[in-house]
């Protein structure tokens, strides 16, 4: 980068100063104090005037500079051109681990696109093709080990989800809303899990990071140096709180329900690996009137978390 930015400057400052140099011999040579025929060509004046001949040499000389001009440029540019060929091999030479991941990546994806997409004939996708209709807006943390198969083995047509670090409503409103108030979702489900390094980051110091990390890290209401396990629930908690405050008047019609979970791929909360644990409906966090809850009837075996049994 700093190697382009040489060459350019190099290569400008060259060309301007032919120019300039040209356009002074061009003027001192032709002006008209010195357009008498002395400086013209002898003997080739003829019929013509003074002024004719002069006009004549003058095209001929301007000719010349603007050649020169040209000449100047051209090597400009090669030489630019060349510095940027030395500089693209020179970045492709330095990254071919990177270059392989990447390969690797998007042939993965590709892959299993190619067999997903001859294996579903268009039948799979009538029910869907023109229109959308979700159950669930679905607030996710991005964590990659974190997806939809563990909560549902079809999710075409069945959730729209949201994904983002800390699974948080402040930095994905919009989306949020589209699922509830366009999609009109009757479920709106945040997602935190076991492990989560937002809510890892959120309690330590991260003033490290870049301004965009921090931005979405500092939407994370969390206590500093607090147990990580502890904050994913008072996180999702949050979550569940910021929600019912903007979607009030969709809960109190009994539209929405709003619900926070922990997905637990660890089983941190020791109520088994790979569940999906209750944590919070419609600001509720009682494990004994959640489980008496008009919104669990018929969900024998959901997983509720008692907070206050968390160990420390
Ligand atoms: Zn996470």
Redesign the pocket.
């Known amino acids: 980068m700093i190697l382009s930015v040489i060459a350019i400057a190099i290569a400008t400052v060259i060309w301007i100063k032919t120019r300039l140099a040209n356009r002074r011999l061009f003027d001192s040579q032709f002006s008209w104090r010195n357009a008498t025929p002395q400086v013209l060509r002898p003997g080739v004046q003829g019929a013509h005037s003074a002024a004719f001949w002069w006009r004549q040499v003058r095209d001929c000389e301007r000719a010349t500079v603007e050649w020169r001009e040209r000449k100047m440029l051209t090597k400009a540019l090669v030489g630019l051109l060349m510095a940027g060929a030395f500089l693209a091999s020179g970045a492709m030479a330095e990254s071919p681990v990177v270059g392989d991941r990447a390969h690797a990546a998007l042939l993965y994806v590709l892959e299993n696109n190619a067999q997903f997409a001859s294996s579903h004939g268009s039948d799979y996708y009538a029910r869907f093709t023109d229109k959308q209709e979700p159950l669930v807006t679905m607030v996710s943390?991005?964590?990659s080990r974190?997806h939809l198969h563990a909560v549902d083995p079809t999710p075409d047509n069945d959730v729209f989800v949201i994904r983002n670090?800390?699974?948080q409503f402040a930095t994905a409103q919009g989306s949020v809303e589209y699922g509830v108030h366009h999609l009109h979702t009757p479920l709106l489900m945040f997602v935190?899990?076991s492990a989560?390094?937002?809510?890892t980051a959120a309690v330590s110091d991260y003033s490290g990071e870049s301004p965009a990390i921090k931005r979405e890290l500092d939407t994370i209401d969390v206590a500093k140096g607090a147990e990580v396990k502890r904050e994913i629930v008072a996180n999702v908690n949050h979550q569940v709180a910021a929600a019912l405050q903007r979607f009030e008047q969709e809960v109190a019609a009994g539209t929405l329900a709003v619900v926070g979970v922990i997905y637990d791929f660890r089983n941190d909360y020791e109520m088994g690996q790979g569940q999906l644990i209750v944590v919070n409906i419609n600001g509720e966090t009682d494990p004994e009137i959640l489980r008496k809850s008009g919104m669990l009837q018929g969900a024998g075996a959901a997983k509720i978390l008692d907070a206050s049994r968390l160990s420390d």
């Open positions: 943390c991005s964590d974190v670090i800390g699974n935190g899990h989560c390094g937002a809510v």
